[in-house]
T-cell receptor, first 112, second 114 residues
Framework: DAGVTQSPTHLIKTRGQQVTLRCSPK?????VSWYQQALGQGPQFIFQ???????QRGNFPDRFSGHQFPNYSSELNVNALLLGDSALYLC???????????FGEGSWLTVV | AQSVTQPDIHITVSEGASLELRCNYS??????LFWYVQSPGQGLQLLLK??????LVQGIKGFEAEFKRSQSSFNLRKPSVHWSDAAEYFC????????????FGSGTRLQVQP
């Protein structure tokens, strides 16, 4: 049983560009959340998707957007990249009624 | 607004010694509390969680944590540390709808001396 899988593992983008990160939740999970973890800090909640809709959002600008597909997989899009967007982006999933939240290995984004 | 404080940025213990990592939270209702561990360059692995019931929670790898409402604390303990426990440890509180939007502390880096 595969856990939460994320792609790509690492990527480098130029300031001002756009990036898309992908996440496949653990089998049986229907809710996906995204977190940003800057170097040396704890993860910060970006948003959460359930039934293909954004359900909750953290304190992140509209440059951060997402999508959830009918198979529960999800994408995180970041537009107009800033140097400060350089971070590890973590995807987490759980089943709606469950209480265990699983994290993927993350996607390392470097903005130069 | 919810918050989590991990007062110790860095802790060093000798292998075989006991460990306690501190976590204090701020949340208006009954909290959902979590401890995660992160090895360098890796994602987060759940050690244990508290939702309700018994305030002493057992987790994986021999870890346990105790929820103390009066102190707003959820400290992580292990009786005997192994070298493989060296990692970053994060405490988190769940909030929002379903209380599964996690607010994390800034983490405690554990170093284990031989």
């Amino acid at each position: 049983d595969a856990g939460v899988t994320q792609s790509p593992t690492h990527l480098i983008k130029t300031r001002g560009q756009q990036v898309t990160l992908r996440c496949s939740p653990k089998s049986g999970h229907d809710t996906v959340s995204w977190y940003q973890q800057a170097l040396g800090q704890g993860p910060q909640f970006i948003f959460q998707y359930y039934e293909e809709e954004e359900r909750q959002r953290g304190n992140f600008p509209d440059r951060f957007s997402g999508h959830q597909f009918p198979n529960y997989s999800s994408e995180l899009n970041v537009n107009a990249l800033l140097l400060g967007d350089s971070a590890l982006y973590l995807c987490a999933s759980y089943r709606g009624s469950g209480n265990t939240i699983y994290f993927g290995e993350g996607s390392w984004l470097t903005v130069v | 607004a919810q918050s989590v404080t991990q007062p110790d940025i860095h802790i060093t213990v000798s292998e075989g010694a006991s460990l306690e990592l501190r976590c204090n939270y701020s949340y208006g209702a009954t909290p959902y509390l979590f401890w995660y561990v992160q090895s360098p360059g890796q994602g987060l692995q759940l050690l244990l969680k508290y939702f309700s019931g018994d305030t002493l929670v057992q987790g994986i790898k021999g870890f346990e944590a105790e929820f103390k409402r009066s102190q707003s604390s959820f400290n992580l303990r292990k009786p005997s540390v192994h070298w493989s426990d060296a990692a970053e440890y994060f405490c988190a509180v769940g909030s929002g709808t379903g209380r599964r939007a996690l607010t994390f502390g800034s983490g405690t880096r554990l170093q284990v001396q031989p």
